[in-house]
């Protein structure tokens, strides 16, 4: 039995091998090298300058942004959707948007927000001079929580369904009021779906590299576009390597902090 168990597993480790570890152990590897392919440690002492740093900061700062908009925008339409009458309809016309090509859709907000778009036209009807909405954080912001909303959606809308009614109608038996009733009862029980939504949402968004510049042109620079500028640009492939490293170990602490703990008991 033993032996089927270890032979059905079989894939699944050559998968992780060549896909997860491989990869991983590759940008470790090109992190260690210089321009010349010579063993140095001096990418990662590099890495530690004022310029890395602040460009950490800035995509820790605007990945928090981006996540807060997002959470602040899915869960109200979330719990709006579990109290609709066909709400996995409506719950599917949210997702569709996002089969669409990540760069079709990046375009698409070029043409709406540029200086001869339907936004500038809409303001040029009373009396005001386009103005240039490209290229600035609000553009950013507004154009990452558009694509990353969904995938906040979902989870939390799967954890509000299962939610068990009776609890809510119990709170409010009580004499809990509505925000009480939220605060105590129904947000710690769907606090599982916020905590995935925040690493589907927070984890991509430190790494975003082409909404970064063709929508926020230079005026965002984040580990994203550093890693891009290095490869494609500077053709260091050490430093590139070395930007990766570290997103890769942010992005696991980030799954550590948001990660569910099972709980022994049942609610």
Do not use: C
């Not at 769907?190 to 968004?205: E, H, L, M, N, R």
């Amino acid at each position: 039995m033993q032996s089927k168990n270890r032979t059905a597993l079989f894939p699944y480790v050559i998968w992780i091998a060549l896909f997860v570890i491989a990869p991983i152990a590759l940008v470790l590897y090109y992190s260690m090298l210089d321009l010349s392919g010579n063993f140095t440690l001096e990418n990662y002492k590099n890495f530690f300058s004022a310029i890395y740093l602040k460009m950490t900061f800035t995509s820790f700062w605007y990945a928090f942004l981006i996540t807060f908009f997002t959470l602040l925008i899915a869960y109200p339409t979330a719990y709006l959707l579990t109290k609709t009458k066909h709400k996995q309809l409506w719950l599917m016309l949210i997702i569709i948007p996002s089969w669409i090509n990540l760069l079709l859709k990046t375009y698409a907000f070029i043409g709406i927000f540029g200086l001869y778009g339907p936004i500038n036209a809409f303001i040029e009807v009373f009396g005001f001079d386009p103005q240039q909405i490209l290229f600035t954080d609000f553009s950013f912001i507004f154009v990452s929580v558009y694509i990353f909303i969904p995938f906040m959606i979902i989870p939390i809308f799967n954890s509000l369904d299962k939610l068990n009614p009776s609890l809510v109608f119990a709170a409010r038996d009580l004499g809990a009021s509505s925000w009480t009733t939220f605060r105590r009862v129904v947000f710690p029980l769907t606090i599982d779906g916020v905590k995935s939504g925040i690493q589907v949402t927070f984890i991509p968004a430190l790494s975003l590299f082409m909404i970064t510049r063709l929508i926020a042109g230079n005026q965002v620079i984040t580990l994203g576009t550093a890693i891009e500028q290095q490869f494609l640009v500077s053709q260091n492939w050490g430093m590139g390597s070395t930007i990766a490293v570290f997103l890769i170990v942010f992005m696991v602490l980030t799954m550590m902090v948001t990660g569910q703990k099972k709980k022994g008991g049942r609610v």
